[in-house]
Each structure stands twice: as structure tokens, then as C-alpha cells.
């Protein structure tokens, strides 16, 4: 089963930018469905955008615009590039696989966004 790993994330100003990495441990990573969620303090997890093998995507809306899901077939990686980022944006965020094989989540990365 394909393994996941995040990086990226960080401490910036509202206003800023971050890229997010997902890296998936094999070939097959590049032909599964990718999604990024969130969860900050206190709060439930929330699935915040998807990407499918052949390019399509879906935002969830508080993103929309902001977000966008860059990938690079050759490196097995599903980048998330956060723009325009608000206190709102702070949360531990995961990538999530779905292939062949089942879902596998990466450990997730620390973004945290200051006023």
C-alpha cells in the first residue's frame, strides 16, 4: 500500500503563501485520487479539495480561489498551493490517497497563518 508523506507546512502572515507537499511512495500514486483535508484546534476534520487522475478538481468553497492543486507526475507528488492565506487557514493538514488498494493518510503538516 502506497505511503504518504507531508511537508511544507509553516508559520506565515495573513496575506502569505505556502505549498504543501504529498509525496506517495509509489508509481501508483500518480493514478489514484488525491485529497487534502484540515483540522484545526478543537474543530472536526474537513475535506478541503480533490484531485482525480485525469486533472479535474473540487474546492470546497472557503478555498476556492485561494487553493489550487498543482502535481508532478515524475516526483509522485500532489503539491497544495495555499494563497491569499487568513488566520482561518490555521490547522494540521493531510493528504489522503484512494486507490486500488484502499485510503492512506499522510501524518500532516503544521500551517499556521498570523494576523
Known amino acids: 500500500q502506497v505511503q504518504l508523506v507531508e511537508s511544507g507546512g509553516g508559520l506565515v502572515q495573513s496575506g502569505e503563501s505556502l505549498k504543501l507537499s504529498c509525496v506517495g511512495s509509489e508509481d501508483s500514486f500518480n493514478g489514484d485520487i488525491i485529497s487534502w483535508h484540515r483540522q484545526a484546534p478543537e474543530k472536526a476534520r474537513e475535506w478541503i479539495a480533490t484531485l482525480w487522475p485525469g486533472g479535474a478538481t473540487m474546492y470546497t468553497p472557503s478555498v476556492k480561489g485561494r487553493f489550487t492543486l498543482p502535481r508532478d507526475d515524475a516526483k509522485n507528488t500532489v503539491y497544495l498551493q495555499l494563497d491569499s492565506l487568513k488566520p482561518e487557514d490555521t490547522a494540521v493538514y493531510s493528504c489522503?490517497?484512494?486507490?486500488?488498494?484502499?485510503?492512506?493518510w499522510g501524518q500532516g503538516t503544521q500551517v499556521t497563518v498570523s494576523s
Open positions: 489522503q490517497s484512494t486507490g486500488h488498494d484502499g485510503t492512506t
